[in-house]
């Protein structure tokens, strides 16, 4: 049945108003049929049915991917479901036939590694395929420019990557040159799709190699890519690609009921969707913690060495994380605008750094209050310093919030009590540390200093 699909691009079906089917492809009918359904009859594929019920209770289209299940081997698809006059049309594509015992789960495991290791440069793609300046952090190509572009064309294993692009598949140690300097690069990665199932780039890691460990497809020799598969992730990994996405989606879905995007609802209805978002956007924070945790104790964990500004980095969190503030009321005070504070640091890290000093920090701190943010300069070191009207930090529990899980006995405070000591390890990586100054009822004064040379 898939390689059948598989010829056609779209399989089409369209019901009444009582889900009784009008017309279908053959395949859908013999679905039907496999269901226990007949071939006029009420649709019987129970997702297929929950798509279209959904689709004209909001009274419009949905897209959903679907996993339908057999004797002997299971059929993945998308489904795009869309009101038409009197019924509901539905279209299927992308159909995959999979045996119960396949290697899904493998590929699943490899996108994690992609996804959390530690060598090479982390990049991301928007839709159209051009580099996001954000995933840049190696300068291995500059941000906006086609991604095709970045390689030479016919050389390596090209065509295997533009193939699999095409075709919206991941891709893992695939052998190219880059364009700009004609180094040698092992690159990895695979797609990321939105709520409506449509792609939003891709995300992966590029190993830059000196070019003669890259070996051309035409010369008929192996490609090289043993950093990428040596060994599978364990446990953590697992977890981080098994919740991303999914929490990704009950957020995604949790702010479109709470701001009644999908028609009217009940307001204890939408509060409850709030609920569900902030504790969706709370788990997520957690997964992204965890996965930042088995990266700095893995043994020869390191940190790249930027030039970088620490005045500019808390403009930077001041901004990412504004609105959060606004909602509670609280004001940040920026340094200078001429005010600047070179460092040596990763600037992706030690942005992480400051933006979890000024979360932490809007989180403790009472409405109506104000944090302040402000730069420092020694002769060997650059400083910037986050600083609450919070309860501040009796002395002796100074060093324990920057244990692991270590939330000072608070349980009225979210947080997965691993942001200050992810932030140390990361800072100390760096060549330099976090300090803290505080007293109980004066606020908190954190401090993130980085060598200048």
């Not at 090479?120 to 300046?133: E, H, V």
């Not at 409850?272 to 930042?292: M, Q």
Request: charged share 25%.
């Amino acid at each position: 049945m898939a390689a059948e699909a598989g010829q056609a691009a779209i399989i089409s079906a369209r019901l009444d108003r009582w889900d009784k089917i009008i017309t279908a492809d053959d395949l859908i009918l013999r679905l039907q049929r496999a269901a226990g359904g007949e071939d006029d009859g009420r649709i019987a594929i129970p997702r297929v049915a929950a798509v279209a019920r959904l689709t004209r209770r909001l009274k419009i289209a949905v897209t959903r991917p679907l996993l339908i299940g057999g004797r002997d081997y299971d059929i993945r698809l998308w489904v795009r479901a869309y009101p038409v006059e009197d019924g509901v049309a539905l279209d299927f594509s992308e159909w995959q036939q999979a045996p119960h015992e396949d290697d899904t789960g493998f590929t699943a495991l490899r996108m994690a590694q992609v996804a959390l290791s530690t060598g090479g440069q982390q990049w991301r793609t928007n839709a159209d395929m051009r580099w996001l300046s954000d995933a840049m952090d190696g300068g291995f190509a500059p941000a906006d420019e086609i991604f095709f572009d970045s390689f030479v064309a016919g050389r390596g294993d090209y065509d295997e990557l533009r193939k699999a692009v095409s075709d919206e598949q991941p891709f893992f140690g695939v052998s190219l040159y880059m364009t700009a300097t004609g180094q040698g690069a092992c690159l990895s990665g695979y797609p990321l799709y939105d709520i409506d199932g449509s792609l939003i780039g891709y995300h992966g890691v590029c190993l830059l190699q000196n070019e003669k460990a890259v070996l051309s497809a035409d010369q008929g020799e192996e490609a090289v890519g043993d950093d990428l598969s040596a060994g599978l992730p364990d446990f953590g990994k697992r977890l981080d690609i098994a919740l991303r996405q999914p929490l990704a989606r009950i957020i995604a879905n949790a702010e479109t009921m709470k701001v009644q995007g999908a028609g009217p609802l009940r307001s204890d209805y939408a509060d409850y969707a709030s609920d569900i978002a902030h504790a969706g956007r709370h788990l997520l924070e957690l997964v992204d913690d965890l996965a930042d945790l088995q990266a700095i104790d893995r043994a020869g964990f390191d940190v790249a060495r930027e030039d970088i500004d620490l005045a500019d980095l808390g403009r930077r969190a001041a901004g990412l994380l504004g609105m959060k503030a606004a909602d509670r009321h609280i004001h940040i005070e920026l340094p200078d605008g001429d005010a600047t504070a070179p460092a040596i640091g990763e600037f992706r890290r030690a942005l992480q750094i400051i933006v979890n000093l000024l979360n932490n920090a809007i989180r403790y701190s009472p409405e109506h209050s104000t944090i302040t943010i402000h730069v420092a300069r020694t002769e060997n070191s650059a400083q910037i310093v986050v600083a609450d009207e919070g309860p501040g930090i009796a002395p002796e529990d100074q060093e324990r919030v920057f244990e692991k899980f270590e939330r000072l006995g608070r349980s009225d405070v979210v947080g997965s009590g691993l942001g200050l000591y992810i932030s140390r390890r990361l800072a100390r990586a760096m060549k330099g540390d976090i300090e803290i100054d505080s007293l109980p009822g004066q606020g908190a004064r954190f401090t993130l200093w980085l060598p200048v040379e």
